[in-house]
């Protein structure tokens, strides 16, 4: 297996503020990271695909502008909420890709909720 | 198939008693599959998978069917305890990609 962490766990923050989440992979290097959403008892929706040294590429109906990624490190990625609204309130869940396993091992989830 | 954010149905069954949990995908252009297992407040947790060229594959207490004819997927559990109570996801991938494409999910409740 392999262990993911996210940081935070939750976070609440005021409207029109930004929030940065932190996706790392602890035991192991991922060139490829994803990141997800999910809203309350509802599956998880990606959003982007987070490319270690290059763009990240989003999903149909994701904001990249809102959305701010970042993947610097092979066991770091960053999603950054830019100007955070009560609609963005949602549990954003990431995945490191492990190319030896062909596995995505997922983090544990950051619950965002925005007043 | 893929996820239209569409809540979550409910199946309800009572301790020892097998669960059979069912799935239906949309892209006959999925060769790999996995069902996941998601507690309240964590991120998923893998269960089992399999291959497109397999119709089914046993694990611990766990087995999943894949029905390729009508783009079926089960995950079937025996003697279900009271710890299996989560959501339950089944997710395909496209051939040549390693996107995941999660399906709208199922709770399960174990009455004990």
């Known amino acids: 297996g392999a262990v993911v962490s996210q940081h935070p766990s939750r976070v609440i923050c005021k409207s029109g503020t930004s929030v940065k989440i932190e996706c790392r992979s602890l035991d192991f290097q991922a060139t490829t990271m994803f990141w997800y959403r999910q809203f309350p008892k509802q599956s998880l929706m990606l959003m982007a695909t987070s490319n270690e040294g290059s763009k990240a590429t989003y999903e149909q109906g994701v904001e990249k502008d809102k959305f701010l990624i970042n993947h610097a490190s092979l066991t770091l990625s960053t999603l950054t909420v830019t100007s955070a609204h009560p609609e963005d309130s949602s549990f954003y869940i990431c995945s490191a890709y492990r190319s030896s396993y062909n596995e995505q091992f997922f983090g544990p989830g950051t619950r965002l909720t925005v007043l | 198939g893929e996820n239209v954010g569409l809540h979550l149905p409910t199946l309800s069954v009572q301790e020892g008693d097998n669960s059979i949990i069912n799935c239906a995908y949309s892209n006959s252009a999925s060769d790999y599959f996995i069902w996941y297992k998601q507690e309240s407040g964590k991120g998923p947790q893998f269960i089992i998978d399999?291959?497109?060229?397999?119709d089914k594959r046993q694990g611990q207490r766990v087995t999943v069917l894949l029905n390729k004819t009508v783009k079926h997927l089960s995950l079937q559990i025996a003697a279900t305890q009271p710890g299996d109570s989560a959501v339950y996801f089944c997710a395909e991938i496209w051939r040549g990609g390693n996107k995941l494409v999660f399906g709208a999910g199922t709770i399960l409740r174990v009455k004990s």
């Open positions: 399999i291959r497109s060229n397999m």
